[in-house]
């Protein structure tokens, strides 16, 4: 099945717009301008609309279904913040606008800086990094520049545990440090015996996600910290699982020197279409000096009623910019918005009930599917897709059945310690009922995964396009639209 392109449905001379005549004189236009061929579709407002509806609807969103995509916190993304991320004042601003007239947007900056703080428990904090991996980067530059600093060339590797995110090493490997990986223990938190081995004067940082990607606390988490701070080196929070910790556990009081925020995951700005998130990072007080300027800051507090003056400040030994302009503004806009809606006991309970949807869901399910590290979960849980007695049934089947129920599938093998991993994270945005119809539906694909695994091979059945050829997908990718008469 392929879909028709706008092209298919254009019929000649159907119009969306037209212009009233023209009150002044023909101009004629210069012929080297214009091209002779431009087959542009001659297509009506309805068809337009119509078509593109159409396509949005081919996909599956968190406005249209449940989406419990381990790790990437696909809440739902309340409307009331495209509402305010929409006023006049903050939509129609101009990086280069003189700051004077962009004061409220330099207060809400200064303020969402304020209150990030506050959450993770931190004395700075920076909003340009342009999503979570560039939050890594940033951090990753800002333990390079600190050691460098203290003339300690010799700190060369970074320690990273074996369930982290690919963004991790992937991150250390570019900023030029070497990566050591760090086995799990069988509870699931890092190995301590193997991290010890690896404490010396060679160290420059472990990056550490809490909770890791088995959605588990780290039961050491303090003397990980300190194992690495005795080393000399500096421990970075990979902070996209902070959905689990709001308002209960502030990674800076753990020890943790340096953390990104992905306001796409915990703080409800859209994940759509690939962008733009934002990953704002926070930092120790002895970090901050180091912070990727410029950085908002209150330059004249006023006198008596007058409001304080916001600008740009540049930190004394900061690493320099990470990104143009001022970040993404639209989604501290939205962010903002959603902390101040939920306010501070509201945030914990978003946690709270995020964690308990998690644990719900794999109460109902641990009987059914195996779970390799059975503890109390925080926000997410890992699930291994496959069983001795349905040996042809993998992770990838289960999941792709599960979109012939309406749901989203689970993150699939990863994190890479969990054989055939299934990883589910409810979030605390869905109902009882919409966690019950998915524990239905698991524990009917478990049964069909023994008596017709052919209909889990076969799946999916009920959406636009049936299972796709992924590796073709993912090498040959067609971004552009192809023009009718290039064949
Ligand atoms: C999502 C995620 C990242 C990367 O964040 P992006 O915003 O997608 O760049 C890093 N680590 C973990 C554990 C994540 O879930």
Redesign the pocket.
């Known amino acids: 099945m392929t879909e028709p392109l706008i092209y298919d449905i254009s019929s000649p001379g159907r119009r969306g717009v037209r212009f009233p005549d023209a009150d002044v004189p023909k101009a004629e236009l210069p012929k080297d301008m214009l091209r002779a061929n431009l087959p542009l579709p001659e297509v009506a407002e309805i068809d337009v609309v119509r078509h593109f509806t159409r396509l949005s609807q081919l996909n599956h969103s968190i406005d249209t279904g449940f989406y419990p995509l381990g ?2 916190t696909m809440k739902y993304n309340p409307k009331i913040n495209e509402k305010t991320a929409a006023l006049p004042g903050f939509l129609n601003l101009h990086p280069m606008q003189p700051i004077d007239s962009a004061q409220g947007a330099l207060m809400l900056m200064y303020l969402l800086q304020e209150m990030l703080k506050e959450i993770g428990g931190f004395a700075g904090v920076t909003l340009q990094p342009a ?4 939050g890594e980067l940033t951090g990753v530059l800002i333990i390079c520049a600190y050691h460098g600093a203290c003339d300690d060339k010799k700190r060369t590797k970074i320690l990273i545990p074996d369930s982290a ?1 690919g ?1 991790n090493p992937a991150t250390s490997a570019m900023s030029g440090f070497k990566v050591v990986e760090i086995p799990s223990d069988e509870r699931g938190n890092v190995d301590l015996d193997a991290l010890k081995a690896e404490c010396d004067d060679t160290l420059a940082g472990l990056m550490l ?1 809490n909770p890791n ?1 088995l959605g588990l606390f780290d039961e050491n988490v303090e003397a990980v910290i300190e194992m690495v701070h005795e080393a000399g080196g500096l421990v970075y929070g ?1 902070g ?2 902070m959905n689990a910790l709001l308002g209960i556990a502030r990674p800076g009081d753990l020890g943790i020197d340096i953390l990104h925020y ?1 306001l ?2 915990t703080f409800s700005t859209p994940h759509g279409g690939g962008g733009p ?1 934002s ?1 704002p990072v926070g930092v120790a007080e002895h970090l901050v000096d180091f912070l990727p300027g410029p950085v908002v800051d209150i330059v004249d507090p006023g006198y008596d009623e007058e409001p304080p003056l916001y600008g740009f400040v540049n930190p004394p030994k900061s690493i320099g910019r990470m990104k143009a302009f001022n970040g993404h503004f639209g989604m501290m806009v939205r962010a903002f918005t959603y902390i101040l809606m939920h306010g501070g006991a509201g945030l914990r309970k978003v946690s709270e009930d995020a964690v308990l949807n998690a644990n719900y869901l794999m109460a109902l399910l641990k009987d059914t599917y195996e779970l390799k590290y059975d503890r109390t979960c925080m926000h997410e849980f890992v699930l291994e897709g496959h069983w001795a007695d349905a040996p042809d049934v993998h992770a990838l089947d289960i999941s792709k059945r599960l979109m012939d129920f309406g749901f989203h599938p689970p993150t699939n093998y990863f994190p890479l310690i969990v054989p055939e991993a299934l990883m589910i994270e409810p979030t605390e945005t869905e109902s009882k009922d919409t966690l019950d119809a998915f524990v239905d539906a698991m524990l009917e694909i478990a049964k069909e995964a023994r008596e017709n695994p052919d209909v889990l091979h076969e799946a999916p059945h009920t959406t636009p396009f049936g299972r796709l050829d992924e590796v073709s997908a993912a090498r040959n990718l067609v971004l552009c639209c192809r023009l009718p008469e290039q064949d």
């Open positions: 790790s990437c999503a979570g991996a560039h995110h963004t996600t990607t990979d996209a699982n992905n796409h995951k998130g990953g």
